[in-house]
């Protein structure tokens, strides 16, 4: 169990312009369940590393519990990981594979044995003790990964790097779950790196998106949905993301492109750079009278809801059509007024009452 | 352009690979082959493809039987899950290549190459090597040099499986327009079933080596002709619970009861299903009510699914909004009895539920 | 189903059956007649039945002695050159850089003794050994020790299992280190993870990870070390006296130097039989389980 911390942390790969890492200052406490989310070269996986220690940061310092160990390579951080593909070691048993990391530091047989035994329980494994690791199916081995981790009872925490990306979608299911329920069973720092929304959200207490080597927000998912900090994340979280509607803001009004006025739900002051109102597509209806006329381009039946894409004033829209109402001709939309969100050059402006 | 499959099948070794199947595919929308790893989803591909010989039955390309045929003298195209490009070559010519190899004339090809990089916005990238483009323009160039070809039968495998989350919402959204403007059978492989829902279309659902349901997306998934294909087509996971049906009710044990649908018989074993966004923690008008303890909770900030225990089943909950219960309190869980699937004891669905139709 | 089968494909077969018939049917079934006669070449045959068999099998004979005599040097000569060149193989493979300019410059140096046609290496060992002008044999006399592969049998061996490590390890070292190449770094990030050292790494990830090259590469070189004749030859000739008259070295002695050739053919077959039973044991061994991680996909 850890505190890490980051003071002025900044990485810029040899003879790369620029920083893959931006510079950043975090702490992520003891026994929190953390996760970076971000698209492909977001920095992620690079600060994923730096923790990890298979990455040595150029620039600032990374504390466990307020010891600098930031020179200090992977094998002397306590720290264990989860790959992206499953990683046993194919010769080796379940058991021996789940040993061998106590092995390597010379714990006595009979304390290995009681904690790989505890571990396999935790992780449904214990029917499958005996087994060649080589010939178990892709869940299981990332179970077995992730007990590598579990039985080291000085583990400062667990990383994992897209773990579920090789897993069929019912099996995800079964592991994301018994991930949360483990993180609740042995509180242990656990961070999780990943692009995918929905596995973030759902496993983490505290999210962190990451976008062009900077962290754009930390935030519980509630926060995330309902108060992006930058137009940025409400886009990347959730499906589909964030509407932008171009616009002038007059105090408590939103003036699109032609003239028609909305409501806002504060006041603002005079915005700089380019100003979009926001709001997501749970919170924009499709109906048949009032609002803002629309075109209707397609409708997604996702079986449990329907999402009608749409055009406003020329600028593409997602809204919700409600359950059971035909597609009228003539769609026009109303937004949850208390939901819209006004942005300025991407970020979110404050407003007033 | 059309494909039909006449009860091909495949063993290996004494084993069926792949149960007979007999399907018709159209243009103008994808035909999604939707089922877990292993299902036989790759086998049947392959068999379209050419590359592998069914055992047994007929493959006809418009009405022409090809089912001897190599890949060469079929006009297929096929993406991959891996972004499959020539590395030294340019996006223009990685989509190029098929043209040149076909020797058409060079305007045309020039014609072609920049309508297929429009259709999937790659316009700006034509110069580029496939190294210096991110993997959503990699797999875009892969699915232009598909379609470059005009090839009677486009196969798709998991092409979007090894992109980012957001890229992959991009192009679902994307492909429906290129299935519907192009003239080819679009056949797409995947294990996820809310991707099949997005790309709409046709959806034929595998199990285990069989098609267990063929039809449109919104159809099959509202009314699942057996239990193996409810369980494919549902993500959450299907909840499913033993019901014995007497007296005109289904008893769920420890005397929860709901009424039966009508078009039953007398009395039986059948098998409660019912998704996880048709329950509800808040009573609801006519609801069947059971008693549940939480297990975990999961917050993805505008919905959270809320795993129960109701006695030793685990079920799953689509709540809107927030809900945190605390692990191991009591829960009561709501559900229209309307909405349920009932399967008989060989898993066919026997009462077909009241559910809204797609648009 | 019943379909009906075109069979004119058959013909398309027949000019490679005519191939294999005439370069490899033809030359066997004439040592397979040769090996049932007693002749001498010259068209004169009497039949023997399996007596060459016979003899060469049962140790008490002149012929069976001196074919257990070369069997037994030949197996020991090929036990030691894979007991040394596949672990130093897969330890030097082991130690080449990654990457870098190294990598281009350590392969083409590694390369180089495979590219030296075989009589050549034997010449070369040849005058590398001799103790009035070689290099080895001339600084071994000059530090006061008695070497001399001509007369003591014992330096004989040294002489030619050194020129075969020599000749052969490069081609080792290849295949381990593309085996080593193909290994995702997951795997090394996990075991630095682990607090797996360099020798836990080595028996979890690398060695079971090079298992299928090195069955390929113990296959091949125990192939050609079983059957190996220019090199010895050159140097040794088979002596002194009889101590490096390896199987390949006594069938052309008894074959071209004696005309013998029912004898010949006789142990010929024998000799081909111990290669490919060995092979056969030894790949059935090493590849049993492995196909089960096959056809994981759908």
């Given at each position: 169990m850890a505190r890490i911390a980051f003071e002025a942390l900044a990485h810029a790969y040899p003879g790369a312009a620029g920083h893959a890492l931006k510079p950043m200052d975090m702490v992520w406490e003891h026994a929190g369940a953390y996760a970076l989310l971000g698209p492909s070269g977001c920095g992620k996986t690079t600060l994923l590393n730096i923790v990890s220690g298979l990455l040595h940061p150029s620039e600032g310092r990374v504390l466990f519990d307020g010891r600098d160990v930031t020179g200090l390579p992977t094998e002397r951080r306590n720290v264990a990981?989860?790959?992206?593909?499953?990683?046993?070691?194919?010769?080796?048993?379940?058991?021996?594979?789940?040993?061998?990391?106590?092995?390597?530091r010379g714990v006595p047989a009979a304390a290995a044995r009681a904690r790989v035994e505890h571990v396999a329980g935790l992780l449904g494994l214990a029917a499958r003790l005996d087994r060649r690791a080589r010939n178990l199916g892709a869940d299981e081995k990332q179970k077995i990964s992730l007990g590598r981790g579990l039985v080291r009872d000085d583990v400062a925490a667990i990383l994992f790097d897209e773990p579920l990306t090789v897993i069929d979608p019912h099996l995800k299911w079964e592991l994301r779950a018994r991930l949360k329920e483990l993180h609740r069973q042995v509180p242990t720092?656990?961070?999780?790196?990943?692009?995918?929304?929905?596995?973030?959200?759902?496993?983490?207490?505290?999210?962190?998106?990451?976008?062009?080597?900077?962290?754009?927000?930390?935030?519980?998912?509630?926060?995330?949905?309902?108060?992006?900090?930058?137009?940025?994340?409400?886009?990347f979280i959730g499906s589909p993301g964030m509407n932008f509607l171009s616009c002038a803001v007059e105090g408590r009004e939103a003036v699109l492109p032609s003239g028609q006025r909305l409501a806002l739900p504060r006041a603002y002051p005079p915005l700089r750079g380019k100003v979009e109102l926001?709001?997501?597509?749970?919170?924009?209806?499709?109906?048949?009278?009032?609002?803002?006329?629309?075109?209707?381009?397609?409708?997604?039946?996702?079986?449990?809801?329907?999402?009608?894409?749409?055009?406003?004033?020329?600028?593409?829209?997602?809204?919700?059509?409600?359950?059971?109402?035909?597609?009228?001709?003539e769609p026009r939309l109303a937004f949850d007024a208390v939901r819209l969100h006004v942005y300025a050059d991407g970020w979110l402006a404050e407003g007033e009452g | 352009m059309s494909l039909a499959l006449r009860g091909v099948g495949l063993s290996a070794g004494g084993r069926a690979v792949l149960h007979p199947v007999t399907l018709d595919l159209a243009p103008g929308q994808p035909n999604v082959l939707l089922g877990p790893t292993g299902a036989g989803k790759t086998t049947l591909l392959r068999?379209?493809?050419?590359?592998?010989?069914?055992g047994a039955g007929r493959i006809l390309a418009e009405g022409r039987d090809v089912t001897g045929l190599p890949p060469r003298r079929r006009s297929v195209a096929m993406v991959y899950q891996q972004f499959i490009n020539y590395p030294t070559l340019s996006v223009f010519e990685n989509i190029a290549s098929p043209l040149r190899v076909a020797r058409l004339p060079r305007d045309e090809i020039g014609r072609r190459v920049r309508e297929a990089a429009r259709l999937l916005r790659l316009e700006p990238f034509l110069a580029r090597r496939p190294s210096e483009l991110s993997g959503g323009q990699q797999q875009r160039t892969a699915i232009a040099r598909a379609l470059v070809k005009r090839a009677a039968l486009v196969l798709m495998d998991e092409p979007l499986a090894n992109l980012?989350?957001?890229?992959?919402?991009?192009?679902?959204?994307?492909?429906?327009?290129?299935?519907?403007?192009?003239?080819?059978?679009?056949?797409?492989?995947?294990?996820?079933?809310a991707e099949a829902l997005m790309l709409g279309g046709q959806v034929a659902t595998l199990s285990e080596g069989r098609l267990t349901q063929f039809g449109p997306a919104g159809v099959v998934f509202r009314r699942p002709a057996d239990l193996a294909t409810a369980r494919v087509f549902s993500d959450p996971p299907l909840n499913e619970a033993p019901a014995e049906l007497s007296g005109g009710r289904l008893h769920l044990g420890a005397g929860i009861t709901l009424p039966a649908p009508p078009g039953l018989p007398e009395s039986g074993r059948f098998t409660l299903g019912i998704r996880a966004h048709e329950l509800s923690l808040d009573p609801l008008p006519g609801a069947v009510a059971l008693p549940a303890r939480a297990r975990l909770a999961e917050v993805t900030g505008s919905e959270s699914y809320v795993h129960l225990d109701i006695g030793d089943l685990a079920w799953v909950v689509l709540a809107p909004g927030v809900r945190r219960p605390e692990p191991g309190t009591a829960v009561t869980v709501y559900f229209d009895p309307q909405r349920v699937l009932l399967f008989d004891a060989r898993g066919r669905l026997s009462a077909t539920p009241d559910l809204v139709e797609a648009a | 189903m019943s379909k009906p089968r075109d069979q004119r494909a058959w013909l398309l077969v027949l000019p490679v059956v005519a191939l294999?018939?005439?370069?490899?049917?033809?030359?066997?079934?004439?040592?397979?007649?040769y090996s049932l006669q007693d002749t001498f070449g010259n068209n004169v045959f009497f039949w023997n039945g399996l007596g060459w068999f016979r003899d060469l099998l049962d140790p008490a004979t002149e012929f069976g002695g001196r074919f257990r005599g070369a069997l037994w040097r030949t197996l020991l000569f090929s036990a030691l050159c894979l007991l040394i060149e596949v672990p130093l193989g897969i330890g030097v493979a082991l130690t080449l850089p990654r990457r870098g300019w190294g990598v281009a410059a350590s392969l083409v140096l590694l390369a180089l003794p495979l590219l030296i046609p075989w009589n050549v290496v034997g010449t070369i060992w040849q005058v590398f050994g001799r103790g009035d002008i070689g290099l080895l044999g001339?600084?071994?006399?000059?530090?006061?020790?008695?070497?001399?592969?001509?007369?003591?049998?014992?330096?004989?061996?040294?002489?030619?299992?050194?020129?075969?490590?020599?000749?052969?390890?490069?081609?080792?070292?290849?295949?381990?280190?593309?085996?080593?190449r193909a290994i995702p770094d997951a795997y090394y990030q996990a075991a630095r993870v682990d607090g797996a050292g360099a020798w836990a790494v080595f028996r979890a990830i690398q060695l079971p990870k090079l298992q299928r090259v090195l069955t390929i590469a113990v296959l091949l070189r125990f192939m050609d070390s079983f059957m190996i004749y220019t090199e010895p030859f050159v140097v040794t000739?088979?002596?002194?006296?009889?101590?490096?008259?390896?199987?390949?070295?006594?069938?052309?002695?008894?074959?071209?130097?004696?005309?013998?050739?029912?004898?010949?053919?006789?142990?010929?077959?024998?000799?081909?039989?111990?290669?490919?039973?060995v092979c056969w044991i030894f790949f059935a061994t090493t590849t049993r389980g492995q196909s089960e991680a096959v056809g994981e996909r759908s």
């Open positions: 990981q989860v790959f992206q593909f499953p990683v046993v070691y194919d010769t080796m048993t379940v058991r021996e594979n789940l040993a061998f990391p106590l092995r390597n720092t656990m961070i999780y790196v990943t692009h995918d929304q929905t596995e973030a959200l759902t496993f983490a207490d505290r999210v962190v998106v990451m976008s062009e080597g900077e962290v754009v927000q930390v935030g519980s998912p509630e926060a995330l949905f309902e108060h992006p900090a930058h137009s940025f994340v409400g886009h926001g709001i997501r597509p749970e919170f924009a209806t499709v109906v048949r009278e009032g609002g803002l006329p629309a075109r209707l381009r397609r409708v997604e039946d996702l079986g449990r809801r329907r999402i009608a894409r749409l055009e406003v004033e020329g600028m593409p829209l997602a809204a919700t059509l409600p359950e059971g109402m035909p597609v009228p001709a | 068999l379209m493809a050419g590359l592998d010989r069914p980012d989350y957001k890229l992959r919402e991009e192009l679902r959204e994307e492909l429906p327009r290129l299935f519907a403007e192009s003239g080819s059978v679009f056949v797409y492989a995947t294990t996820e079933p | 294999v018939a005439f370069s490899a049917l033809i030359p066997v079934m004439t040592v397979v007649n001339a600084a071994l006399n000059g530090l006061g020790i008695d070497y001399n592969y001509a007369q003591d049998p014992l330096d004989a061996w040294i002489t030619v299992v050194l020129m075969d490590v020599w000749h052969w390890t490069s081609l080792v070292v290849l295949l381990c280190y593309a085996g080593l000739g088979g002596g002194p006296g009889n101590a490096t008259t390896f199987l390949s070295i006594d069938l052309v002695k008894i074959a071209l130097g004696q005309f013998d050739l029912g004898k010949a053919a006789a142990m010929s077959i024998v000799y081909n039989l111990i290669v490919l039973t």
